[in-house]
């Protein structure tokens, strides 16, 4: 009986069939922009928790938005001190007759008096309204407006400029590839994905993260949500050129055990970040994205991104989703390295089989137990 050997491509996908027909397709628990997919419900005194935290939640809210509070908490003092010096107008009886000796020169309406506010908070001073000395209340108001203006104005520029220099900003500019990958590194099976900076002003240091999240649905309705962690071999990274990030498959790894069938059918999402360090502000950020199972591509190797020239190195960026076919077995990780344990040495090869050249061995014999995913070839030592 012979093995029939397929070729495992990107696009190439498992699907599992039900009697009750195709599975409903689950929704990601981060989105691939590192966003959490995660809505709150009923949060208890959710708008006290805002409000006591005005700055956090100004700073998050969209900029819309922002625009919106910018202008109304001009517009709106403007409105509330003119209401009140057009109180003061009324009370001393500057709307009714025109005297020599005013509360607030040119404020004879309420329109006048919005006009003052406005002039008195922005510093414009037009000339034709001004405060006189007639009235000790005018003159504490205008002084109650300037004060308040300046803390208006510290508090919304503090808004805007930390809007500008929010850590999501930075966070777009480092980015993980499109899909992770499994392939031989150093003999090992290896789930591997990429990451790199966009920008020239490159990071001071970064660490390296990921982690395998499941959620399991019971029959009551009760969801749990279960988190491993991923032992990464390169944890602490200087991101000066994209740097590849693997998880050698061994034993203690949530994927010993999983095979590519098995892979295509698992349930789970793979959870990556790079907590970094910016050399220009010296800023700490975080960039994440998942990968489900169908954007782990089996038997995949990212192509190389790096050139030496003369006088520096070059790194061509239309590469960095780019990935290639390499020779990788469908099998599990554990049952790989018991069949590597089983593999005769190159000199028991030799000894079976005297036609070959010297320093190879057979995969060809290999082979149906490893179960290639691209075809055979042999290795020279």
């Not at 409903?24 to 995660?38: A, D, L, M, Q, T």
């Not at 003092?77 to 209401?83: C, E, K, V």
């Not at 010993?256 to 698992?266: Q, T």
Request: proline residues 4%; aromatic residues 12%.
């Amino acid at each position: 009986m012979h093995k029939q050997y397929t070729s495992v491509s990107p696009t190439s996908d498992v699907t599992e069939k039900t009697e009750n027909g195709p599975q409903p397709k689950k929704h990601r628990y981060i989105r691939k922009e590192g966003s959490c997919n995660v809505v709150f419900r009923h949060v208890p005194e959710e708008w006290l928790l805002f409000v006591t935290d005005i700055f956090t939640t100004l700073v998050e809210i969209r900029w819309r938005v922002m625009f919106l509070i910018f202008a109304l908490s001009y517009i709106l003092s403007w409105l509330f001190f003119g209401i009140i010096y057009w109180v003061i107008a009324l009370a001393y009886g500057d709307t009714r007759e025109i005297t020599d000796e005013p509360c607030v020169y040119g404020v004879h309406g309420f329109t006048a008096a919005f006009l003052f506010s406005l002039e008195t908070q922005t510093t414009i001073g037009y000339g034709s309204r001004g405060m006189s000395e007639n009235c000790m209340i005018a003159i504490i108001i205008v002084t109650i407006q300037d004060v308040i203006s300046c803390f208006i104005d510290t508090f919304v520029i503090g808004i805007v400029v930390a809007k500008m220099a929010s850590a999501r900003k930075r966070a777009q500019t480092v980015g993980f590839s499109n899909c992770a990958v499994i392939n031989l590194r150093d003999g090992y099976l290896c789930l591997s994905w990429r990451v790199g900076d966009f920008r020239r002003h490159h990071l001071v240091e970064g660490t390296a993260r990921a982690q395998i999240v499941r959620s399991t649905v019971h029959a009551t309705g009760k969801m749990d949500v279960t988190y491993e962690d991923l032992v990464i071999q390169q944890v602490e990274i200087i991101l000066v050129t994209p740097t590849t990030v693997f998880h050698r498959i061994e034993a203690g790894s949530p994927l010993f055990n999983m095979s590519l069938i098995d892979l295509r059918k698992a349930d789970f999402e793979l959870v990556v970040s790079f907590t970094y360090t910016d050399d220009s502000s010296g800023m700490l950020h975080q960039t994440r994205t998942s990968y489900t199972p169908p954007e782990i591509l089996w038997g995949q190797l990212f192509q190389e991104m790096i050139r030496v020239s003369r006088r520096n190195y070059r790194v061509d960026y239309t590469l960095f989703n780019h990935t290639a076919k390499v020779l990788v077995p469908e099998v599990s990780a554990e049952d790989y390295e018991h069949k590597k344990q089983l593999r005769p040495s190159p000199r028991h090869s030799q000894d079976i089989h005297p036609d070959l050249p010297r320093g190879y061995h057979l995969d060809l014999l290999l082979a149906p137990l490893q179960g290639y995913s691209s075809g055979i070839i042999m290795k020279s030592f």
